[in-house]
């Protein structure tokens, strides 16, 4: 019998995860198809029903389900409890179990491109952004690399809130972006986590660059397109640059080994999406 496993959200048509789940799932021989399905917000409760009823191993939860899932899960994990957003569920028989493994893929992707700021322990790190991608990324450097992390968004309000989640283990501030620019210097990684660059027609730099330091890393969350105005620009001053792809690949690698117990092959998964699709 072949598993099944999905992805909910709205959009999913441009995702890759089909194209790399099932290629894992090909290559360690596994009997078993994952598939994109669209659920749109009045959609959730009933598509959650039916994954129980139906007999599915696990799921993917993307965008705009992320924290609303949460209620209709059984379990939590520590961490998706921690960042309050969940993007991989393990169905075990009729009860569904949440997990968060954006954050944990997001760091191994950095690290795999970057490997010397895996020894490092004291970074300053700016965040764009206070949506549901920053808690997970801002949770994890908190833990692991920062020092301090700041946040600037267009909505003020959730720069503080993310600000103040990120807790004692880090100092924080929510700054405005003409604040954030004035500073660049501070910061050996600047994180796009908004959804700015989606869409080319609507990307634009919400912070000049004029003030990086030359080492500093920036990295975008997003990987369609391959470079938003963000990493363009940063490529232009000849700083290095980090798109989403790597996270994308690290956070399905952790899911797929929750719902096989299998390793996949990372990396050469990231090497096939970037010569393939992007
Ligand atoms: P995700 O879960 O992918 O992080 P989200 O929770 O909707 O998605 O967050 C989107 C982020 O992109 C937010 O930080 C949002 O800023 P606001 O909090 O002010 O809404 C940011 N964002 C989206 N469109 C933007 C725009 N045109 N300019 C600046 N920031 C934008």
């Known amino acids: 019998m072949t598993d099944q496993y999905r992805l909910i959200g709205a959009p999913v048509a441009h995702s890759l995860s089909p194209v790399m789940h099932n290629y894992w799932f090909r290559s360690l021989e596994i009997s078993a198809y994952y598939q994109a399905d669209l659920v749109t917000r009045d959609e959730l409760e009933q598509a959650v029903m039916q994954i129980r009823a139906s007999g599915i191993k696990g799921f993917n939860v993307t965008f705009p389900h992320k924290k609303s899932i949460l209620l209709l899960l059984d379990e939590l994990s520590e961490r998706a409890r921690l960042i309050g957003a969940v993007n991989t569920v393990v169905c075990a028989g009729s009860r569904l179990i949440g997990y968060n493994t954006d954050g944990v893929g997001f760091l191994q992707g950095l690290f795999h491109h970057f490997p010397n700021l895996a020894q490092k322990q004291h970074l300053s790190v700016l965040m764009i952004g206070a949506g549901g991608a920053a808690y ?67 990307d634009h730099l919400l912070i000049r660059l004029d003030h990086a330091c030359r ?21 232009r001053h000849g700083f290095p640059v980090l798109n989403g792809l790597s996270m994308l690949v690290y956070q399905g690698a952790l899911a797929f080994q929750m719902w096989t117990q299998l390793v996949p092959d990372s990396r050469s998964m990231e090497s096939y999406l970037e010569n393939n699709y992007l």
């Open 136 to 202: 997970s990324v801002a949770q994890i450097l908190s833990e692991t690399i920062a020092e301090r992390i700041d946040i600037c968004n267009r909505t003020m309000e959730k720069a503080f809130h993310l600000s103040a989640a990120c807790g004692a283990s880090v100092l924080s501030d929510a700054l405005t972006f003409a604040q954030a620019e004035q500073h660049l210097d501070q910061y050996q990684i600047v994180i796009n986590t908004t959804s700015v660059g989606l869409m080319p027609e609507q």
């Open 215 to 235: 080492h500093t890393v920036f990295v975008d969350l997003i990987y369609q397109p391959r470079r938003t105005a963000l990493l363009k620009e940063a490529e």
